[in-house]
């Protein structure tokens, strides 16, 4: 059939002409989530001995979250910066630059999916370890501090309703 078809676009058949489209551009997403995966298996190629992703592990992912540090542009003041804590510095103090939270966030994100759709399992994604997560939280605790930002958990909705409320009472019991 694919030689029919391939027949039918040469001699310019216009019964399937409109489903020969380009292909459509990938997303801004798409595009960076391909770049962020290509980066991150050239980063295992580049380790010694260089590491199949076969046998990539969240060690790997936590390696190269911190290599990407090196070229990060937020300030995170450290503990003994006279501007500890502050949104505003008045002054350039010698704290390091690192990668933003946010940032990192994203990257795990379409790094988590891009493994996925190369073919690997979601039950052994390396990005979607609970010690990922760890790392996340921790980062962002740490540079909420130091810009004196907090971050606060956004709180539940209390359950609207009478039978949750029993429901939610009764499972005390056990």
């Known amino acids: 059939m694919s030689s029919?078809?391939?027949?039918e676009i040469a001699e310019g058949s216009?019964?399937?002409?409109?489903?020969?489209?380009?292909?459509?551009?990938?997303?801004r997403y798409e595009s960076q989530k391909r770049r962020d995966w290509n980066t991150f298996g050239q980063y295992l190629k580049n380790q010694r001995p260089p590491v199949p992703l076969s046998q990539c592990s969240c060690n790997h992912v936590l390696?190269?979250?911190r290599y990407l540090d090196q070229f990060g542009?937020?300030?995170?003041?450290?503990?003994?910066?006279?501007?500890?804590?502050?949104?505003?510095p008045p002054a350039p103090c010698t704290c390091p630059l690192r990668q933003a939270w946010g940032s990192l966030d994203a990257l795990i994100?379409?790094?988590r999916a891009a493994y996925e759709e190369n073919g690997g399992s979601p039950e052994t994604n390396p990005f979607a370890s609970g010690a990922i997560r760890v790392y996340l939280r921790e980062v962002r605790e740490?540079?909420?501090?130091?810009?004196?930002?907090p971050y606060k958990k956004k709180k539940k909705k209390p359950s609207q309703g009478k039978a949750s409320d029993e429901s939610s009472s009764a499972m005390h019991f056990s």
């Not at 029919?4 to 027949?7: E, N």
């Not at 489209?21 to 990938?26: E, G, K, R, V």
């Open 63 to 65: 390696d190269f979250l």
């Open 14 to 27: 216009s019964d399937h002409h409109h489903q020969l489209q380009q292909p459509a551009t990938p997303s």
């Open 109 to 111: 994100g379409r790094l």
């Open 4 to 7: 029919d078809r391939g027949k």
């Open 73 to 88: 542009k937020t300030k995170v003041h450290l503990q003994g910066c006279m501007f500890y804590g502050q949104p505003e």
């Open 142 to 149: 740490c540079q909420a501090k130091a810009r004196g930002i």
